[in-house]
């Protein structure tokens, strides 16, 4: 069963990076994309962004100016860079499988928790 | 941007009873239109796909209807393990997600 996993440092300082790695485990990354998704305390999801096994990538155009992503399938990885952050980024961070059929994010992580505090 | 807008925001209900949920897309989206569940503390687990068709495993009492711009999310018999947010999810232009239905047992 594919499983994912995300890691990385659950305080973020406001106006520095934040920086999380998904691993995945039990299947395989290639011919599939691959997503962050967050959610802020209390509220509703938003993508953030997704990437191809080929590195291929898009993103929210709300957040692309300060996102990047990168893959490292030998790995079984991907990461997620968002620049300067504010209060406003504090929230459950999600990777997930997908889009895959019919637009949907069918497996995904247990979340972190990321909160931007000085 | 297409915004996703559900209603209601949070409902309760008893157990037995239909429950109804609505979601309106700001453009027409054809039945690019998913459904999710979600229980406190964990990720959200899609139920239907392309507006009415139900995920392999999901309980039958589940079920979705609509396209264009309206869509409907229906349980038929609400039990005790259904009480969880529900959200709308278009993928007609990227991927926006409604705000969300909190549905409680009365």
């Known amino acids: 069963q594919l499983q994912l996993q995300e890691s990385g440092p659950g305080l973020v300082k406001p106006s520095e990076t934040l920086s999380l790695t998904c691993t995945v485990s039990?299947?395989?990354?290639?011919?599939?994309?691959w997503s962050w998704i967050r959610q802020p305390p209390g509220k509703g999801l938003e993508w953030i962004g997704y990437?191809?096994?080929?590195?291929?990538?898009n993103y929210n155009p709300s957040l692309r100016s300060r996102v990047t992503m990168s893959v490292d399938t030998s790995k079984n990885h991907f990461s997620l860079t968002l620049t300067s952050v504010t209060a406003a980024d504090t929230a459950v961070y999600f990777c997930?499988?997908?889009?895959?059929?019919?637009?949907?994010?069918?497996?995904w992580g247990q979340g972190a928790l990321v909160t931007v505090a000085s | 941007d297409i915004q996703m807008t559900q209603s209601p925001s949070s409902l309760a209900a008893s157990v037995g009873d239909r429950v109804t949920i609505t979601c309106q897309a700001s453009?027409?989206?054809?039945?690019?239109l998913n459904w999710y569940q979600q229980k406190p503390g964990k990720a959200p687990k899609v139920l239907i796909y392309?507006?009415?068709n139900l995920v392999t495993g999901v309980p039958s009492r589940f079920s979705g209807s609509g396209s264009g711009t309206d869509f409907t999310f229906t349980i038929s018999s609400l039990q005790p393990e259904d009480v969880a947010t529900y959200y709308c999810?278009?993928?007609?232009?990227?991927?926006?997600f409604g705000q969300g239905t909190r549905l409680e047992i009365k």
């Open positions: 392309d507006a009415s």
């Open positions: 999810q278009q993928y007609n232009n990227l991927y926006t």
């Open positions: 039990g299947g395989s990354m290639t011919n599939y994309y």
């Open positions: 453009q027409d989206i054809n039945i690019l």
């Open positions: 997930a499988r997908g889009p895959y059929v019919s637009g949907s994010f069918a497996f």
């Open positions: 990437i191809y096994d080929n590195g291929n990538t």
